[in-house]
T-cell receptor, first 116, second 113 residues
Framework: AQKVTQAQTEISVVEKEDVTLDCVYE???????LFWYKQPPSGELVFLIRRNSFDEQNEISGRYSWNFQKSTSSFNFTITASQVVDSAVYFCALSEMEDSSYKLIFGSGTRLLVRP | NAGVTQTPKFRILKIGQSMTLQCAQD?????MYWYRQDPGMGLKLIYY???????DKGEVPNGYNVSRSTTEDFPLRLELAAPSQTSVYFC????????????FGSGTRLTVV
């Protein structure tokens, strides 16, 4: 069965530190998508990135970068030079293309606190 | 370009009352979903729909009902509200089949007292 595990419940760093949020997934499908969402204190879900299972290239967007490794079923998220505004809960999610519902399966989230 | 609109944003219900959470999207997405997020937890799927007239249960459907009479609307009905249904409810929509991502509404915070 599909599953997404975010083992880090909460991480606290000091501003300007780098921080990596871990995501490990389980799926039997060969075609799937992985996502990261940010949930700031205001509560909405903010889309960060989508990656398909055939594209293992790492991606960088400003201070954000993602490392996708199929060999270890991981899709980790790194924030470089963290800022207080990065404080939020971050969710990793999986969608399987061979599941006709295309539903998103979420991890339990990692709460990131960036202290000034 | 409204995306996914959820109403109301906040609601307090008494035990045993019923209510409908509204969700509407204007992107002509076939796929729509209802999730609940309990405090400090991830999102769990309640119900989903792959098109008008078609709905199916997700991971936590007990105590809820849905309907999908049009492509645009996907209301979630709570019958006989219980304190365990205190949660934040998110509606989402998608083209499905990997075409684009998922669009989420801003959520409805429901408290049952």
């Amino acid at each position: 069965a599909q599953k997404v595990t975010q083992a880090q419940t909460e991480i606290s760093v000091v501003e300007k530190e780098d921080v990596t949020l871990d995501c490990v997934y389980e799926t039997r499908d060969t075609t799937y998508y992985l996502f990261w969402y940010k949930q700031p204190p205001s509560g909405e879900l903010v889309f960060l990135i989508r990656r398909n299972s055939f594209d293992e290239q790492n991606e960088i967007s400003g201070r954000y970068s993602w490392n996708f490794q199929k060999s270890t079923s991981s899709f980790n998220f790194t924030i470089t030079a963290s800022q207080v505004v990065d404080s939020a809960v971050y969710f990793c999610a999986l969608s399987e293309m061979e599941d006709s519902s295309y539903k998103l399966i979420f991890g339990s989230g990692t709460r990131l606190l960036v202290r000034p | 370009n409204a995306g996914v609109t959820q109403t109301p944003k906040f609601r307090i219900l008494k035990i045993g009352q019923s209510m409908t959470l509204q969700c509407a999207q204007d992107m002509n997405h076939n796929y729509m979903y209802w999730y609940r997020q309990d405090p400090g937890m991830g999102l769990k799927l309640i119900y989903y729909s792959v098109g008008a007239g078609i709905t199916d249960k997700g991971e936590v459907p007990n105590g809820y009902n849905v309907s999908r009479s049009t492509t645009e609307d996907f209301p979630l009905r709570l019958e006989l509200a219980a304190p365990s249904q205190t949660s934040v409810y998110f509606c989402a929509s998608s083209y499905g089949q990997g075409k684009g991502g998922y669009t989420f509404g801003s959520g409805t915070r429901l408290t049952v007292v």
